[in-house]
């Protein structure tokens, strides 16, 4: 008869006990481990764990790595560590199996299965930002990742977990800062500056650090290279190059109804004297000025009217809308204002091709970057220094495009983007903490 019996506590014996069966039954060592093996196949397979785990298991003919003969193995022990260590990364310990949890899993297949699917969600868990918290609309916009089959490769050829752990891609600097401050809290080291108006309750700052940790978990290192940290919380732009803040300026960010959202892509190329298309609702208050004062109103603004919004659109005449329905917003019209130096676009705006229709862009409304409440535009970011940032951007001169409308100029090299909203900044001295503008930082409801 073949048997799996546990010993008493975290111990799980494959060998079987004289009080499992009588001798003339036993079941060889050879025959255990097949038994053993077969029923970690199936384990896995019916956890759904993917592909490359199956195929990593497959290849060592499913033996166990987390479980041996005598129990949990040393690599299966620091696996169950590093799980209760889990909180020092703004995560939750209790999520993951646990020494007291482990005799209760079942039998050693079902606790090798167990760890392995804790250890993936770890990872994910540990490198990537929750779903939702920031889109990536660019594919080449590199971010961390984590792959449980090297990790797993390398502890079964005798690397140490932790220093399998350890050669993960690294955490950006916002994030291992964030992590710092999360553990000088607790420990009740860490100096706080707090700007939120709002009364918070003895709890508040820890989650409000490990929710900002959430929000920049997946971001690269980017130790090196170039890249822009657009930072609604605080509407401001920073030039990131070698890890380093080179410049930053004031920005305009989206309105409360129309927020900023947090996303990451590439800034591919810059639109010189570029059209300004006015948005749904703008263009439905055109049209109610229109009426009122007539067409003169469009002129002084150099708003032309087009047929539709592809480029084979044709110009339309003032006298052929029909302007009530515009203004009641049951007929759209594509309202486009002719570039120059009143342009809402200003002299140029600064692509990241994405779904959302977000990106960079000047603007002639200089005076609103006086304002400490900045939050004015219909989502996308209006920069304070366009000139100043292209500079930056093209490594040097700026492209001239004279009086040619919407002129295209590639940047030398893509420049990464990422747009977060961040309430809780580690700083010199401490951290700070930023009043909660788009109202995101509320506790979810239960």
Not at 25 to 52: C, F, K, N, V, Y
Not at 89 to 113: F, I, K, Q, T
Not at 304 to 312: C, K, M
Request: net charge neutral.
């Amino acid at each position: 008869m073949k048997s799996l019996c546990f010993t008493a506590g975290l111990m799980l014996a494959v060998a079987v006990s004289p009080g499992c069966s009588s001798p003339t039954h036993r079941a060889s060592l050879s025959e255990q481990r097949d038994d053993l093996r077969r029923q970690i196949e199936t384990g896995l397979t019916d956890e759904g764990l993917p592909q490359p785990i199956l195929a990593f298991y497959a290849r060592r003919g499913f033996a166990p790595l987390w479980v041996g003969e005598r129990g949990v193995t040393p690599a299966g022990k620091a696996l169950l560590a590093t799980f209760a260590l889990a909180g020092a990364e703004g995560l939750n310990p209790a999520d993951y199996p646990s020494d007291e949890l482990v005799s209760d899993v079942g039998g050693p297949a079902r606790l090798e299965a167990a760890l392995t699917k804790a250890l993936v969600a770890y990872l994910r868990d540990r490198m990537r930002s929750p779903e939702g918290t920031i889109y990536y609309v660019d594919d080449a916009v590199p971010r961390r990742e984590a792959d449980p089959q090297a990790i797993m490769g390398a502890v079964a050829s005798g690397v140490p977990l932790e220093h399998a752990l350890a050669a993960l891609a690294p955490p950006n600097a916002l994030y291992r800062q964030l992590r710092e401050a999360l553990a000088d809290y607790r420990s009740g080291r860490l100096a706080i500056s707090d700007m939120r108006t709002k009364a918070r309750d003895e709890g508040d700052v820890e989650r409000l650090i490990i929710l900002n940790m959430q929000r920049t978990r997946d971001l690269p290192a980017m130790s090196r290279g170039r890249y822009l940290i657009v930072d609604t919380a605080a509407a401001r732009l920073l030039m990131i190059e070698d890890g380093h803040i080179r410049d930053q300026m004031r920005i305009i960010i989206g309105k409360p109804e129309e927020q900023t959202p947090d996303m990451a892509g590439e800034i591919r190329f810059a639109v010189l004297n570029p059209y300004w298309n006015l948005p749904p609702d703008l263009a439905r208050k055109r049209a109610a000025r229109v009426i009122e004062a007539g067409p003169a109103v469009l002129d002084a603004e150099r708003i032309e009217l087009l047929s539709g919004w592809d480029d084979s659109a044709r110009r339309l005449h003032p006298a052929d809308v029909d302007w009530s329905a515009v203004a009641a917003g049951t007929q759209t019209l594509r309202m486009r204002q002719l570039p120059g130096e009143r342009n809402m676009m200003g002299k140029m705006k600064f692509m990241l091709p994405n779904r959302l229709g977000i990106y960079l862009h000047d603007t002639p409304a200089k005076a609103a970057f006086l304002k400490a409440d900045r939050r004015l535009s219909s989502g996308c970011v209006r920069v304070e220094d366009a000139e100043r940032l292209a500079r930056w951007l093209f490594g040097g001169d700026v492209p001239r495009a004279g009086t040619k409308p919407e002129w295209r100029a590639d940047l030398p090299h893509p420049v990464p983007v990422y747009i977060l909203y961040l309430t809780a900044f580690p700083g010199g001295s401490g951290l700070l903490l930023r009043p909660d503008i788009y109202d995101r930082d509320r506790q979810p409801s239960t």
